[in-house]
Nanobody, 116 residues
């Protein structure tokens, strides 16, 4: 499995960005898909997670109500729609997948920078 993130960039506070993660495999067989982020000098943290089928999602408290995670199994893509961005959302965002055999995969990361 290979994961390629896109959609990061520089944005002003209060604006929106949409991150995508394109997977090389059939995402329908993946157990969970998630977005993590890592800010400079901080540990990597879970941002949002979505279950197989998309029926269950959970979010970090810091992004609840502002970010939405979704998955398009037909396109093998994971999406993170981010709105009302804050400077503290600045980080490298990583796509994370656990597949049917419970193997774990990470994308290479995409930088999100929010200017205040």
């Amino acid at each position: 499995v290979q994961l390629v993130e896109s959609g990061g960039g520089l944005v002003q506070a209060g604006n929106s960005l949409r991150l995508s993660c394109a997977a090389s495999g059939n995402t329908a067989g993946f157990k969970t898909m998630a977005w993590y982020r890592q800010a400079p000098g901080k540990q990597r943290e879970l941002v949002a997670r979505i279950s197989n089928g998309g029926r269950s999602t959970n979010y970090a408290d810091s992004v609840k109500g502002r970010f939405t995670i979704s998955r398009d199994n037909a396109k093998d893509t994971l999406i993170l729609q981010m709105s009302s961005l804050k400077s503290e959302d600045t980080a490298v965002y990583y796509c994370h997948i656990i597949d049917g055999s419970y193997s774990v995969y990470w994308g290479q990361g995409t930088q999100v920078t929010v200017s205040s």
